[in-house]
């Protein structure tokens, strides 16, 4: 044995191996959630590596090109050297650029109002830490994207779940939300187009919930990065439009999902000044900056022609019709028409219940025995384990044979499929 107990003897923990001398990590690190799309992503990508063909329906992000233009700007700014540090809130062109962008959704803000992150999920967990203190309450959409409630209890907050369900008139039902609001509460987390069920939340709804932001005295975070996505109106409205919501709301978006840039990182954040000071401080401590040639690249996305972004409304139009209708052809599945974002997201209740089998032990036996990459709903919260989600932004082949492959593996109606 070594001198130091065998210590360095020993394999890592990446082995697989436990390791008596592994360093003790912080509480809230080992309890801290993760996205499962990202994993269930890892497991997919390895199955291919052994010869699988895997249609994946897991992760969330377009299976397109980014835009030409928007490359050829990222990759001259490279080659003009904008290669080194950039300010901390983003650069003064591109803060510019989102201000100018946001009066199409209704909102009015100043380049100070806007701070630039490598990635909206940056900004989100910056933006729930300048604002809350360990002990508030934060109501957060359950299902919801799991970063909402993850960030929080790792503030040392506490994640409060309000069902968002596509049934509802308005995406949401705002009289059950109220009741959820007590003296801890701080903030309000909406998202619309929702992940995972693609629902929009309608101006009633939006009025409502301002309503109540400003007699609790709430902050709202709006995460809009589906706002592009919707297959009723041109953009999804801003809760930060309506009267005196911009001092009370911090608006998340980004690049991702719209132009199709999820490999960039490059995300952005509209609040009021001195949260967006907070934030700033925060990238500051973390990322530092977001790299130019990106931001460069961004500039290009907002002020460039936009009709990549209406090619791809149009598209996913389609793929959403194709794949809700052969989720409803399937028996015991039924599945909601999304609004927006690229989600579909069934309830499989009656299937799993003729399987005996979770939602979770069906998706992991469509990915291993049937090659269909998809998540339970389990992922997004305890409020819909009965659910598998399938993003659809993908070909309209890998569409079909995903459905091709869930005939067999859930089963359809005695009398088939509905014509
Ligand atoms: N918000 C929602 C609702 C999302 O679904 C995602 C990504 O899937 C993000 C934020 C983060 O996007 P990004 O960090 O790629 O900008």
């Given at each position: 044995m ?107 803000a100043?380049?100070e ?60 039902d705002v009289?059950a ?14 998202n ?61 978006d ?6 199709a ?12 000044v ?32 936009q009709?990549?972004v ?44 003729r ?38 932004a ?20 005695q009398?088939?499929?509905?014509r």
């Amino acid at each position: 044995m070594s001198s130091d107990g065998g210590c360095t003897d020993r394999r890592t923990a990446a082995d697989g191996v436990a390791d008596a001398c592994a360093p003790r990590l912080a509480r809230r690190v080992v309890s801290l959630g993760v996205e499962a799309a990202f994993e269930v992503l890892g497991r997919a990508r390895a199955l291919e590596a052994q010869g699988r063909d895997i249609v994946h329906l897991e992760a969330g992000e377009p299976d397109i090109a980014t835009p030409p233009h928007i490359i050829e700007a990222g990759v001259r700014a490279m080659r003009n050297g904008e290669t080194r540090y950039t300010p901390s809130p983003g650069t003064a062109e591109l803060r510019s650029a989102v201000a100018e962008s946001l009066p199409a959704r209704g909102v009015h803000a100043a380049p100070e109002n806007v701070v630039i992150t490598p990635g909206s999920k940056l900004l989100l967990f910056h933006a729930l830490h300048a604002l809350l203190e360990p002990g508030d309450d934060v109501l957060v959409p359950d299902p919801g994207y799991p970063a909402y409630a993850s960030v929080t209890a790792f503030i040392g907050a506490r994640p409060i779940g309000y069902p968002v369900d596509a049934a509802c008139a308005d995406g949401l039902d705002v009289e059950a939300l109220a009741t959820l609001i007590t003296p801890r509460t701080r903030a309000l987390v909406l998202n619309s187009p929702h992940n995972p069920t693609g629902t929009t939340v309608g101006h009633a709804a939006l009025e409502r919930i301002a309503e109540l932001a400003r007699r609790h005295d709430l902050m709202l975070i709006s995460d809009e990065i589906y706002g592009r996505l919707t297959f009723g109106a041109e953009a999804a409205e801003s809760v930060a439009a309506l009267p005196g919501m911009a001092a009370r709301t911090v608006i998340v978006d980004g690049f991702s999902k719209a132009y199709a840039m999820t490999g960039w990182r490059l995300g952005y954040g509209v609040m009021p000044v001195p949260v967006a000071r907070a934030v700033a401080k925060l990238v500051n401590n973390s990322a530092a900056c977001t790299p130019g040639f990106v931001q460069a690249a961004g500039v290009a996305a907002l002020r460039g022609p936009q009709d990549s972004v209406s090619a791809l409304v149009c598209a996913l139009r389609t793929k959403r019709d194709r794949i809700v209708a052969g989720l409803n052809a399937l028996s015991g599945v039924t599945c909601p028409l999304p609004g927006g974002a690229f989600y579909a997201f069934p309830d499989v209740t009656d299937a799993l219940a003729r399987m005996d089998l979770t939602a979770g032990a069906l998706a992991e036996r469509l990915l291993v025995d049937h090659g269909v990459a998809c998540l339970p709903g389990s992922a997004f919260g305890v409020g819909a384990e009965r659910r598998l989600r399938f993003s659809y932004a993908t070909s309209l082949a890998s569409i079909d044979t995903a459905l091709d492959r869930l005939r067999p593996a859930v089963g359809v109606p005695q009398d088939g499929p509905p014509r």
